[in-house]
């Protein structure tokens, strides 16, 4: 059943990534663009989502050991540590969301419209991930 839920929800989410715009990278380029013809429609986005999500996440935050719905544990980071990984992290996901106008999500749903030049993305960013895991691994 969870599946199911999990299904329906992740559909609405990217039904509303397309009614939204925010899938069209040209609408995240423009909200970008501070000194040209800026677009903040992103920012109201963002805001409806953290108010969507903010009293459950605090509810989460502030539990010992926070569960789901169906009592599955929640996993919240522990580290709290403004640190090199974090910011070198940060930065690179700004710079790709800069040039390309895309994040991971909505890369997805430009697929799903047809819009297949999304590849290029959707393959640098599992190269970016398979890089990260084995700089981490080494690490260790």
Known sequence: MKNIWAFIFGGLFSVGLMLSGMSNPKKVLDFLDLFGQWDASLAFVMLGAIAVAFIPFQKA??????????????????????????????????IGWGIAGICPAPSLTLIG????????????????????????????
């Not at 935050?61 to 990984?85: C, F, M, R, W």
């Open 113 to 140: 419209l047809g819009h297949y030049q999304a590849l290029y993305f959707i393959v640098a960013m599992f190269a970016g991930m398979l890089i990260q895991r084995q700089l981490m691994e080494k690490q260790l």
């Open 61 to 94: 935050v502030h539990q010992p050991a926070p569960k789901t719905v169906y009592g599955e544990a929640i996993d919240l980071p522990k580290n709290n540590k403004i640190d090199s990984k974090l910011l070198g992290g940060g930065l690179i996901f700004g």
